[in-house]
Structures are given as C-alpha cells and as structure tokens.
C-alpha cells in the first residue's frame, strides 16, 4: 500500500474519536479492489481512467488545492468526510454481469429518449450508436444510464436505501454497508451528500451542505460540508491528465463511444495542472505568499478536447485563473 497523504492520516487520526468507528485502511484497499473492477465486465472499457489511481490522484492534488492555513485548520472530522468522499466518489461506476442483466430496459429507453438522445448533438449521437451492433448499442446506452446515475448510486448503497427504476447488485450495497455500517447514520448520509454533490450543481445550497455540522461534542468532531464538497468538486475536475489518459491505452482500446473519444482527447492533452506562483502588484513573484490562480498546461492535437476543455462551466466556477497551451 502506497504512504497515506497528510489528508488520509489526520482521517485515520479521527477513527480514534468514537463518532467515527471504522478502519480507515481496510476501507482503502476494499475501495481500490472495488474501483479496480470498474471496467472488468465490457463497462467503461473505453473511458479514461477511473481505477484507484484516480483518488490517489485527487488526494495529492488535495495536498496542495487546499491552503497551508486551512490544512491546518481542517477538523478530524472535514479531513474523515473529505477523505472517504474523495474515496467512494466513483463506485456508482462499478456494474456487475448480474445487475446488467436484469435491467429494466423500459425505463433505460425512456431515459435514453429525454436525456441521452435529447439537445445539441443528441441525434447525432443517437445516429452513430444506431450503426452498431445492437449487443454494443445496449451496452453502450447502459454505461451512460450508469454514468448519469453514479452519483445517486452511490449515495444509495452508502446510506442502505434503493434507488426507484435504476438497478443495483446487492452484493456490492452489501460489501459497502460492510465498510461504513458502523459509522452514525448521519454521518454516513453526509458522506453520501457530499459524494453526490460531485454530479449536482447545488453546492451553494448552505441548508442541504451545512456550515458547522457536529458529529460530537468536540470542535474536532464538526464539519463545513460545504468546504468539503468545494474541495472534493475541485480535485475532481483538475484530475485531468496523461496520466489518467495514456496515449497508449488510447491506441490499444480504440474507442467507438463519441464520448470516451471526446475525453480521452482532452485528458490526453494536459501536460500538468498546477498552482501559480502568485505574483504581486509590482510583479514580482512572492513563493510563500498563497496562490490565487492554478495554471492548465496542455497541447492539444485535436479540437475536440480543446474546445470541450474550454466550455466546461465548473472549471470556471473554480478559479482556474490561466490556462497556458504549449505549442
């Protein structure tokens, strides 16, 4: 197992207080073995990478996103949520041969009609996966229905509940319940909260994301949800990289999907996602001083990922303050 980041220590630190019962390891290396069976059965094959170096990817960048000050100043309990959120964020991805199986395929072409196949190049996309063989269209439309739906699914089987018209295997809800049962059940719903948060555009919502949530009697037992599901938004988004994107994998997979075709080319093009020495009003560069901006080196080769890369609304939302694209 790889070093825990500064992040997943002070969590593993706040299993010591009572109002967070569990083992901190044993949850990483059952997430690591879950996320690695994302993709085993025909699902997600084409997409880029969402295995665990994925998190361990996100926990770094963590490292630095959040500030010196208010690293220090994150409660055991910000460090416990952020850490399991970043943790399970994806597992609404997992599908196994048996839940694929018995879907509802009624309620996935009523989906398909009013989302998937609906707006600006829905058409085209319908289209494209109708030249397909009718096994791959299915699958296909299933990973999307998936996709849309990871996040609920996962607030789902952390919280217990079933989801109405979307399948589950109950093994998975099961083997998950394993992980997080013995937390609080309040704790385990903010978990989820701030899990699904990363799929909603909703973070501004202080009454569903609360301010100063205790968990105990302790200030090191009280959580801003809503920092936490700032941060967790943010490392999502700046995951993007070769390393989640290889060039190789790109060849060998060949991806039909228009969409995994559409990311691996922005992925695939970001050199390096960093923050910015921050420079003062006679422009001279201060090191110590705290980074306003975080700079997105990329060189794309293809137009797709560029203008993709540039029309994401939430990449604006968090302050991306440059992008530099090396020629």
């Known amino acids: ?38 993709g085993r059965y025909g699902f997600f094959n084409e997409y880029t990478l969402h295995n665990f ?3 361990e990817e996100m926990l770094t960048l963590a490292e630095w996103i959040i500030p010196e000050n208010s690293r220090n ?10 850490t399991l959120s970043i ?74 509940v079933s989801i109405p018209n979307v399948s589950a295997d109950e093994n998975i809800v099961e083997e998950i319940q394993r992980l997080v ?17 990363h799929n909603l555009d909703d973070i501004d919502n202080i009454e569903k994301y609360g301010l100063a949530q205790p968990y ?13 599901a700032v941060i967790l938004r943010t490392v999502d988004l700046l995951q993007i990289s070769k390393s989640r994107a290889p060039s190789t994998l790109f060849r060998i997979i060949s991806p039909s999907d ?8 922005k992925q695939n093009a970001v050199t390096r996602v960093r923050k910015k020495t921050f420079i003062d009003q006679d422009g001279r560069a201060d090191p110590n001083a705290p ?16 203008f993709w890369i540039n029309r994401i609304p939430a990449i604006r939302r968090v302050a991306i303050g440059k992008i530099v694209f090396s020629n």
């Open 1 to 38: 197992m790889a070093d825990l980041t500064q992040l997943e220590q002070k969590a593993k630190k706040a299993t010591e207080l009572s109002g967070f019962p569990i083992n901190l390891l044993d949850v990483r290396r059952s997430v690591e073995m879950l996320l690695n069976e994302v």
């Open 53 to 55: 170096s994925h998190v």
């Open 73 to 82: 100043a994150l409660t055991s309990a910000e460090s416990f949520i952020l």
């Open 87 to 160: 943790y399970f964020h994806d597992i609404g991805l997992l599908i196994s041969r048996k839940e694929y199986e018995e879907r509802n395929k009624n309620d996935i072409q009523e989906w398909s009609e009013k989302f998937l196949f609906n707006g600006i190049g829905g058409e085209d996309y319908k289209s494209r996966l109708s030249e397909l063989p009718k096994d791959e269209r299915e699958r296909l439309i299933y990973q999307e229905f998936v996709r849309h739906h990871h996040g609920s699914r996962i607030k789902n089987w952390l919280e217990g």
């Open 181 to 197: 049962g013995p937390l609080p059940i309040k704790l385990r719903r903010d978990i989820a909260k701030v899990c699904e948060s």
């Open 216 to 228: 105990g009697n302790s200030p090191e037992e009280e959580a801003d949800l809503q920092y936490v």
């Open 258 to 265: 228009p969409i995994s075709q559409t990311e691996w080319h």
């Open 291 to 306: 980074s306003d901006t975080i700079e997105v080196f990329a060189h794309f080769l293809h137009a797709e990922g560029f």
